[in-house]
């Protein structure tokens, strides 16, 4: 199954056609693609951040933080293209679990 490399979003069901860029490294979904290029990863960070805040409308923007770095954390992309970002607190993997069986 393909999924987009910088926020892991599987490209299936209604998501099938949401590929906005293909690079080197594999496919970006529409989300964190503006004006043909890859966003920053301050935006894709900040866009997952708001994504897990509509999941879990607890309002609790540290939690979404950590659930983006778990989840950022874990690409491949992220992994060979770190940022400043994705260091601080992770979610722990019962949190992540919580909020992605809201899904």
């Not at 490209?11 to 860029?21: K, Q, R, S, V």
């Not at 293909?22 to 866009?47: L, N, S």
């Not at 409308?57 to 950022?72: F, H, I, Q, T, Y």
Request: with cysteine; charged share 20%.
């Amino acid at each position: 199954m393909k999924s987009c490399i910088t926020c892991g979003m599987p490209f299936e069901g209604d998501h099938a056609n949401d590929i906005g860029l293909e690079t080197a490294d594999g496919p970006v979904c529409i989300h964190d693609v503006q004006d043909g290029a890859m966003k920053t990863p301050e935006d894709i960070f900040e866009g997952g951040v708001q994504f897990f805040l509509s999941v879990d409308p607890s309002g609790d923007r540290a939690l979404a933080e950590r659930l983006v770095r778990k989840n950022m954390n874990g690409l491949a992309y992220w992994q060979s293209h770190p940022f400043a970002g994705l260091q601080g607190p992770v979610a722990t993997d019962e949190e992540f679990g919580v909020v992605m069986a809201k899904l």
